[in-house]
């Protein structure tokens, strides 16, 4: 047992619901499977975690032994999201989402279209052709985006159910390279936000939070942690604290200092 | 005849179907799903769709992914 391990208070509530197409989801912390050690790994994690959602790839039968992984899933109780990781136009991704569909009975689909390996950047222009014939298609579309207001009002408008702009490239726990346009983002969205990427330590975690976002997908930061299921409650309770911070409305940074002690009544030494 | 399954050669009877060959790769169990020819095949397809010589079949399961 760590401090960590303590119970928390519930992310979400009545008074604070997650919503993602219609579905409350208890936890606002989304948690990526990829990178873990083993499948003990992952199930400690998503336990310490709290997660409600954890995303899966679809890969080729026998390429791992992986028997048990939607077993561990369903022990927990969480939903499943799976990715089209790896696929780089729209019609790779528009197969693999319908093979997801297929074999997971969900048709939610986070969706990736990335440009080249060196960056994993998303590629904008397969992204929103993907999410257009996707949502068409009666898909529930989580696309991973660039940090860019204009792709994600695209996006939105295209009828994705969240938009997901990334931090940083993925796999690099560059925290947000870009703050102001995570905000604008946040500031015009009719769908929620979800930070998605790049995320590498609890404050990340916490200040894509405080900026506004409704939630945080993350997976290396856990999972490659060198103690991933302590690393998973330290951004369990990040993303609690940074929401409530958001919530509770953060005091305006000022240029000079202000007292908080009062000014009247010093006694005269 | 010669198929391809999951970019392996493989020989399978004649007519033989997708149901007959997804669960002999994967034991049937849940989680996966099967490409034939480019097109995803819905699992309740699988029984009535037959095979040709040089079908190219594709078969994916869920794996740990971000």
Redesign the interface.
């Known amino acids: 047992m760590t401090a960590l391990d303590e119970p928390v208070d519930a992310p979400t509530g009545p008074a604070d619901p997650f919503v993602v197409a219609g579905v409350p989801l208890a936890s606002r912390l989304l948690l ?5 050690a083993s499948m003990a790994v ?1 199930e400690e994690t998503i336990a310490s975690s709290g997660t409600a959602l954890c ?10 032994a ?1 028997g048990s ?2 077993d561990v899933l369903d022990r927990h109780g969480v939903r ?1 999201l ?2 089209t ?1 790896g696929c780089r136009t729209a019609r790779e991704a528009m ?1 693999t989402a ?7 009975e969900t048709n939610w689909v986070k969706l990736e279209v990335v440009a080249d390996e060196f960056t994993l950047l998303p590629d904008p222009i397969e992204l929103l052709d993907a999410a257009e014939q996707l949502v068409a298609r009666g898909f529930v579309v989580l696309p991973y985006t660039n940090d860019d207001p204009i792709l994600a009002r695209r996006l939105q408008q295209a009828g994705c159910a969240a938009v997901m702009p990334l931090g940083a490239p ?1 796999g690099t726990g560059l925290g947000l390279t870009n703050p102001h346009n995570i905000e604008l983002i946040v500031s015009e969205a009719t769908v929620p936000v979800i930070l998605d ?1 790049g995320i590498g330590t609890a404050s990340d975690a916490a200040l894509a939070m405080e900026l506004g976002c409704d939630a945080v997908l993350l ?2 930061a856990v999972t490659r942690a060198q103690d991933p299921a302590l690393m998973a409650a330290a951004m369990r309770h990040a993303v609690l604290a940074g929401r409530a911070a958001r919530r509770a409305g953060r005091i305006p940074k000022r240029r000079h200092a202000q007292a908080s002690s009062p000014v009247q009544g010093m006694a005269v030494l | 005849m010669n198929v391809t399954v ?2 392996q050669p493989r020989d399978v009877a004649t007519g033989t179907t997708l149901q007959v060959l997804v669960s002999g ?2 034991g049937g169990g ?6 034939l020819d ?1 097109d ?1 095949v ?2 309740s397809q699988w029984p009535d769709t037959a095979l040709r010589d040089g079908s190219v079949v ?9």
């Open positions: 990526g499977t990829g990178g873990a992952v995303t899966v790839s679809m890969r080729r039968h026998g390429v791992a992986q992984l939607l499943i799976p990715n990781a197969l319908e093979l997801a569909r297929e074999a997971l993925i990427a997976a290396s | 999951n970019g790769e994967t849940r989680g996966g799903a099967a490409a480019g995803v819905p699992r594709e078969i994916v399961t869920a794996v740990q992914g971000g």
